[in-house]
Nanobody, 126 residues
């Protein structure tokens, strides 16, 4: 089993920045693809980003492309989501995810969704 714990959420004004972290523990491997999803009130959970461990390749949803950056520190088994130029539409609970078998990200594979964190709230409001 893999445990994922997110941190770094909070409230920020439009145009501001936040950095989310996701720490993995338990029966971790170094070769999971890891992703970020978000879910706003009344909406379905949507994919935000994904990162491969082997080559650092990334995927971003169109809605966050150019504003969000995902990275990982393999030694710390931690994935980050740097969010810049935040908009009110970015308000959501953000979830970290990991794949149990694949190190691939979209479009080569589905988003990682075998393991989930508990989520962290991000609120963008003036």
């Amino acid at each position: 089993q893999v445990q994922l714990v997110e941190s770094g959420g909070g409230e920020v004004q439009p145009g501001g920045s936040l950095r989310l972290s996701c720490a993995a523990s338990g029966s971790t491997r170094l070769y999971y693809a890891m992703g970020w999803f978000r879910q706003a009130p009344g909406k379905e959970r949507e994919a935000v980003s994904c990162i491969s461990s082997s080559d650092g390749s990334t995927y971003y949803a169109e809605s966050v492309e150019g504003r969000f950056t995902t990275s990982r520190d393999t030694a710390k088994e931690t994935v980050y989501l740097q969010m810049n130029s935040l908009k009110p539409d970015d308000t959501a609970v953000y979830y970290c995810s990991a794949d149990a078998n694949s190190d691939l990200c979209p479009p080569f594979a589905p988003m990682p969704d075998d393991y989930w964190g508990q989520g962290t709230q991000v609120t963008v409001s003036s």
